[in-house]
């Protein structure tokens, strides 16, 4: 088994406009809508943290200050509920980037795409390894989808995506998989990948899905690409340029995956968080009942 170096850094592209939130992403970034009292960011960074990621880098547009608010510090906060003596909201609030982590923001100053966002990360990322994370893909189970990529680059210095099977009217939304090869366990070697396809010429029904681990030589694919889909550069190109030339893997995701950048994925993972709270979970679940209840009743009205 080959020893590979241990992937310290992950890159979270966050310069998306979020126009289908609108109005609420107006003045709010979209990764700070909350899921139930949690921003949907803070799920994605604390999945890196579990797998042993220590440096986040946030690309960032000039609408998203406030996502560097939410990671930073806030002595006043603290003092102010120290003073109340709401101590566990204290620790709460400090530990929302624990010690040992750190956070860099990059600008991407023009909106070029996925791919350019990841390009523009790469004078923080350095020479290694690293992760991507796409914040809008909420994910549950364990071991995270981050943490199976991480785990799979230790073990076979290759580079590897996210996937997962989604229905055949949804293909066209999505990178698909081009698949040749069983790997490693659980994984599936790729000799490409294609962006958003016709479903009747799709390869596969294995979608990409967010989460990724690359080695640098990612980055000079990026720096060639020509636009691609929309005019942007996008990052699936870069990786099927990849894969015609070296080993890259998928790696099928364990639990579920919440489509967060769409009103309807957004909504469902609110009320299985919701469901699932400590706290709550059993009042709000009476909540669902009563609502399901009176739907199922029949509807009456007058009919001329």
Do not use: W
Request: charged fraction near 20%; glycine fraction near 8%.
């Amino acid at each position: 088994m080959t020893s590979q170096k241990a992937i310290r850094k992950a890159v979270f592209p966050v310069a998306g406009l979020g126009t289908r939130f609108l109005p609420a992403t107006k003045a709010m970034p979209k990764e700070l809508l909350p899921i139930v009292d949690k921003p949907i960011i803070q799920f994605a960074v604390e999945e890196a943290i579990e797998a042993g990621i220590t440096d986040m880098v946030f690309v960032t547009g000039r609408t998203k200050r406030a996502i560097e608010d939410h990671f930073d510090g806030n002595a006043e906060l603290e003092a102010t509920l120290e003073r109340r003596g709401k101590d566990s909201l204290v620790e709460m609030v400090r530990n929302i980037i624990p010690p040992g982590v750190s956070c860099v923001f990059v600008r991407q100053a023009e909106a070029l795409g996925l791919g350019h966002a990841v390009l523009c990360a790469e004078p923080a990322v350095g020479g290694g390894p690293f992760a991507v994370l796409l914040p809008d893909d909420l994910m549950t189970g364990r071991p995270s989808p981050t943490k199976a990529l991480v785990d799979h680059f230790a073990q076979s210095g290759k580079p590897a995506i996210s996937v997962m099977p989604v229905a055949q009217d949804q293909i066209h939304q999505y990178g698909v998989v081009n698949p040749v090869t069983e790997s490693a366990v659980g994984a599936v070697g790729m000799a490409g990948i294609v962006e958003k396809p016709d479903p009747a010429l799709a390869p596969s029904n294995l979608a990409a899905v967010g989460r990724y681990v690359f080695d640098h030589d990612i980055f000079d694919h990026l720096r060639n690409l020509p636009p691609g889909v929309g005019g942007e550069i996008q990052l699936t190109d870069a990786i099927n340029i990849m894969a015609s030339q070296r080993a890259v893997d998928a790696v099928p995701i364990v639990g579920k995956r919440y489509d967060c950048g769409s009103k309807i994925g957004y909504l469902e993972a609110i009320v299985d968080h919701a469901l699932a709270h400590p706290d709550f979970a059993d009042d709000f679940g009476e909540v669902i009942m009563l609502k399901a209840e009176r739907l199922a009743q029949p509807k009456t009205g007058t009919h001329s």
